[in-house]
Nanobody
Framework: QVQLAESGGGLVQAGGSLRLSCAAS????????MAWYRQSPGKERELVAT???????YVVDSVKDRFTIDRDNAKNTIYLQMNSVKPEDTAVYYC??????????WGQGTRVTVSS
């Protein structure tokens, strides 16, 4: 079982940048598909980006021109680089791990607040 811990959230002004990290403990990190989700106040959790064990990358259209997902298997870590952030990016960001699209392990989340 993999355990996940996000970090890097905080308060940022609109137009700024932020880099989130998610460190995984446990074995065989490189065999997991990894993902970033977010949940804004009053909304359901939504997918932001995925980075599969086969190195396939997907970023949702709404942020693909601003956000980048990356992973470092040597460090058991994934990242979400957030550029040109907007107030609507305010959310709790979660990383998740799983296989074949089923994400069964979740971190506790890191809060991102974008001020206008």
């Amino acid at each position: 079982q993999v355990q996940l811990a996000e970090s890097g959230g905080g308060l940022v002004q609109a137009g700024g940048s932020l880099r989130l990290s998610c460190a995984a403990s446990g074995r065989f990190f490189e065999t997991f598909d990894m993902a970033w989700y977010r949940q804004s106040p009053g909304k359901e959790r939504e997918l932001v980006a995925t980075f599969t064990s086969g190195n396939n990358i997907y970023v949702v259209d709404s942020v693909k021109d601003r956000f980048t997902i990356d992973r470092d298997n040597a460090k058991n870590t994934i990242y979400l680089q957030m550029n040109s952030v907007k107030p609507e990016d305010t959310a709790v960001y979660y990383c998740a791990a799983g296989r074949f699209g089923n994400y069964g392990a979740w971190g506790q989340g890191t809060r991102v607040t974008v001020s206008s």
